[in-house]
């Protein structure tokens, strides 16, 4: 019966061990539940940048959905990880209790540990980068972005990875670690431009006024005005000088990624008003 | 006979411990391949994208198929790993209770481990890379990949290196951890597209009008139509405006890896419609 | 009753323990706020350049308020790592007046902490740098600044990342530790420059006289003067001589980010200047 | 004779040290073996290379040699790190035995461990990926390759280096572990192809029968069907449109590395039957 | 009574550590400001510099104050270091004595100082790299200096960044660790190339002598010699021969950062001498 | 008295520990040179290759004394490591049997160890790969080789520094640690190459003979016959085909680095050649 | 009395630390002294160099000045360092006999070293590559070197930088560690280069005859000969085969550095010769 009682008494620690363990698990599960919203939040980045945007009013509920969707990504990853330390502590410490030597078994770890760690680097580095351009909301599902190693569209962002649509159909998969910088080209607005080089002996005054009407007409246009561009365009003066040709620029605000479309309208009426005008564009 | 109570002692000990090493062994083996299934058939990012990706509903026993040599590919590694730590392990814990030092024997395989684990790093990077490739399902056999040292058809995907032949016939082999990103074009469609510069005085709308008739022609091919064309070729305008030439371009989504070859065939049929309705192209 | 003394006393050193931890918590806030604010106000760099720069006075109100946002950003990343080392340090000496072993706790988050301590340099790297760039006041909100990975407005700092928007639109996040030089474009003044080149045949004194004409009428142009250019024009002689050119610079002092306004107007007044004196530009 | 016992029983100790040590050296030399064998006919990569790979039934025996040759090689490196790791525990065992202090050895061997630890990763990244190259068989002697570094015939591998000469006859050495992608020339076949421009008002399918002629014939010729040329010759329509020229383009498939031989004969044939046919080459 | 001894040990121990703090900060900072001072006076590359130079003596008094201005600089950094650290052993020696355990505050003040330290070591870099810069005077406030990611006129040094201005107005911040070779252009002297191209059919004895004419003329102007010009001009002869144009070359030494100024001057006397003899420059 | 006991026993081990550091220094030199020698004459990569190369049987008694040159400056190295760290830890030993405490002196040398270790890692990387070069005997003095930092003659080969004369006269120190590959020109034989572009309209046969026949007559030349041209030169027919040439080349197969002279004598010949049969080049 | 003798024993303890420190440091310096000297009298890089070179008789004086300069600069830093070693490991001896306890001391220093240590990596590489430069002399004050970053003549080189001034007057501080490869111009001798491109109809053999003519001419020039040229220039025949031109080459070996200035006396009697050949040079 003398025998009986360590024995108990180490089945009792094991368990009080184990409850414990499960205790702090949940609590930190709920710590990073809370963490990670407040963050999801409370971006400082972000909550600057929506207050300067522009047309961000009616797409609250979709911004909610989407910090909804963040916050649960980053948390699941924090919770695997903080159940493997509970655990591995939890189990370190059952061990300890039932005087089994644990030296061995973190040597070997260990060992591996270190050779895997060097590795994991950048798996890391992943993960961290992919974790704050969540929390900074730079940028979702559907924006068209340029990552330097591609352009496109945006059809997936986990973690480790951003997966994204070219123009040309290819779909790239890009490490978020590798991401050092990234344009978002769908946020707040784009804009279209059209240089116009005319030959060198045309009036400043005559081309100035050709391309300003053409300007006037486009925003004018009831399927163009406000609906795609958003600013009255502009025709910006003599931006080069060289023997042979003076280069005009017209340059128009529009809504997000419709730039070209917009660029095209602008460069058949720029033609034909030039053609109008008898004015020739550099040889 | 006292003597022997002892050595009796120490080996039902190291029994134990060996026993004991192999069924933490079998339930760490099976743990690994639980996970790596639940990993294989959860993966977010792919999970996502085949909801949105077309054509995906017919080649769902592929899919599956890909999927089981997958999670194979992974958990074989996971699980020699986990054996050679478990071992490792069992080993020095029975050297330990024979009383046989362990600290020389730890001392040399420390410095050889710390010399060979710097050097391993690329290593170990490679392994990581291609245990997530391959749970993303980032690309597969048949697929053609652009992974930036080289671009061709993956014939062969293992966990350090991945083999492409390119259209030389070259084969490639690239080591997982130097791809920072993969462009596959064997994912949902491509796009075709041909530029054509005509001659700056030619009259927008009728080249315009020309290239519809050209796109409209070949999307009601019964050869091409869905088969290798999956939506109704578009004529953008003018993409360029120079003193010279006015660009237009015809685009066409077809089906992934086909845009070549519906791109050939749009350049006759353009070059032969041009012809007839005696439109220049810009010199 | 003896065998509460000790448990009382155990919890009368844990509640000391912890009370202790608050009072070090909150005088370390107190010293990082000071620290702060100093840094903040006497940043050798930014010092010395105030006294150099131009039209500074005025602004102070607004250099103030900027000081104050970047005295709070960094003072509140300091504040949560001080209140985790605090923290954990008070947890682990209470797990140690408890007698509960912490060493398996410690293995546990050791291995994690060396592996993530690699991965998360980058991080580390970009919150340094933005510590730094914001204690030198290097740029705020609004500026024009080059970081090498773009161009652009800034829209918001954070330690983390910077957010720019360029000329078309898009919108760049770019992290600190990425951006080893910055060039701010919105700090003094800039400068507008005109290359003129000229037949070779081209008399180089009358030539010179002309563009000092027009650089003497832009300088007293009353839209002009003062409220965008901040200096008379200055005409430098032959820069390039090659057998069908002679190269004159017209170049003018602006206000911050009003160069390309003024070398437009410039532009325009040198062609009708030279078209005036009939005097060729190279062809 | 007292003394003498501890004496012997350290002798005898030593004894058993050393014996044990050489039979643990034999034992993993042997694993080293098989382990090295198995791993050589088992590669997952080459594997299912050889599977869809032409030409490859007729020199297995080759192979088999090679295969022989790879393994001997991977072979002897972890024998020798095997021995000096049994060799070095059995020594530092013996000193322990003999209660000599080994503490200021181990410190003198491991400052100088690390120092050199750190300048050796490259060397034991170009042995690790030696020896994975020479497990997945990346290429062998004879292989034309292109290694990023330089291009041309291999003459030797080894597990540091590889050896190979280019076509003009330099002789590269290039250290396996700065080879990020390894493009192998001689595995399965090569493409020719040769792209011919003709003028822009040739007739599209006049041209294509020209030259799908020239094609056949080729494949015809007894020469280099199937001894060199691998399947019929392709000719592919408009590959590019301009404004002065269409392109067109003749390809085929041939043994691996003759590809430029072939592509000569097809350019001598092209320009007989174009000349023959009157089309003018683009000018 | 007897309890209170130990604590007035206690007590005086403690004061006798703090004073002994104060005592060694205070000697080590003299200590540090006898070293900066004597560095900065007698840094080998700049006291061989100094007496080879040009144009050194007057500007002495300068130097001296540079040199002061820079001991300072150096000097508060390494003092901040130092009581810091002095700061440190006292508090923990304090801590030790009042057997208050301090492992657990190294262990969470060492995790995070590893992981500190990692992201700091571009920080530490900038540091050295400044102080170096500094000690070695490579340059000061108002030289004109190419850093290679910016070249311009510095406004500023501290031991992390260099601030110049550009030629265009825009202000540089650079890391100092960033900067791997600096070349300062005010130095002893610049040199002004004027790279001069006659037709082929030139006579190269006339040309030669027209160029040295231009180039005595030049020396001899009273505004120029020696207050700009530090030497006689150089003609050197054929530089390039093609079948178009001799290439002859002026080359003038002149004070530093002069160099466009003059280069412009002998423009326009090399064009007016060439006009005058007749010669044509190449086409 | 018997305090000279203890001392006495102290010296004489002393003594004992430095006669037996002489010893093992002794042997351990010995084992390095056996080693060496051994590595030297077996080297794998070069076995392999003089095997097939050309021109290697007469200059056995030229390699054999390189080998041995290789063999000691290797050897040298090594012997100081080698005297280095028997001798510490002789050092450490006594120090530690005159109970003399070195953790002391192992912390300070340790800290600057660990500072100097990283730094020295581009050190240590230099001897090593010096070392393996001087193995395989990648280059000797006299071989022309290209290391990518420079081309050039090799004038002298270090464990640090391999030393190159250019064509220009030019000396050039590479660090051995920076050589990625090595070209080696010197080794068996070069190739010269002449690129025939002639007129569209040529006739191919009559080009291809005319060629054939300056090949034939150049191998047929007695003072070149295999004293520098080592096999009969060959006609490749159509290199390149377009509109306006077709390319054809000639190619020899000379001793080392003679083919620029080759490939000049074949210039003037095809010249002449094609002069003389009234075939014009390609304009 | 019987407290004096431990106080006593005490004092006498650190005083034989200290003066047996003084003895270690002045033996380390000598050995220090000897080994530079030695090193600097017998690089054998620089050994072998010196007796293939030309021209070094005469200069042995400067030689050895240069020398015992370098071998200052190396010891000066050595000095140094073993200063503070043994300075640091008798402070802390004699705080361990004192029973002042370390630890905390040690921390703190060694927390601050880890943290700096990462940092100055590349100060250490600097010092290191700059103590090898030297000990190998790659180059000394006066030689013209091409560093990668800069070209021009060494001003001052240091352990830590080498400053250069180039043709432009600009100064450059290079870090020794940055320079992967040393050019230096001034050892042994130049080449000096002439291209001569002359019509394609030209007599290879006249123009052959012409430019071995001047060569000879340049040769028997008393002012050039053996004081500039140190061998017969030589004319090599065609060096490039185009339809327009054929390119002959000249070339002569010159003293260090003084390449250009042969080049442009060649061209200029190049230039004449063709002239009164009535040769062409090449469209």
Sequence with gaps: MGSFAPLLATVITIAIILILALIVRNLVHRLIVRVVNRAANASPITGRFRKNGAATDGIDALLNERRKQRAETMGSVLKHVASIVVIGTAVLTVLDRLTIPIAPLLTSVGILGVAI???????????????????????????????????????????????LRDADGRVWYVRNGTIARVGNESQGWSRAYVDVP?????????????????????????ELRESVI??????????????????????????????????????????????????????
């Design 117 to 163: 760690g060097f590795g994991a680097q950048e798996l890391v580095k992943d993960f961290i980068a992919g974790m704050f351009m969540l929390l900074e909301d730079q940028y979702g599902v559907g924006d068209v972005v340029d990552v330097g190693a591609a352009v496109g569209t945006v059809e997936a962002v986990t973690l480790r990875v951003t997966r």
């Design 198 to 222: 005319v030959a060198y002996d045309s009036d400043v005054a005559t081309v100035r006024d050709v391309l300003r009407q053409v300007a006037g007409e486009l925003w004018e246009d009831p």
């Design 230 to 283: 958003v600013e009255e365009p502009v025709v910006f003066g003599v931006e080069q000088l060289s023997d042979s040709s003076l280069v005009f620029r017209v340059s128009a605000k529009t809504l997000p990624v419709r730039q070209a479309e917009v660029a095209r309208e602008l460069r058949v009426r720029v033609k034909a008003a030039l053609d109008d005008a008898g004015i020739a564009m550099a040889p």
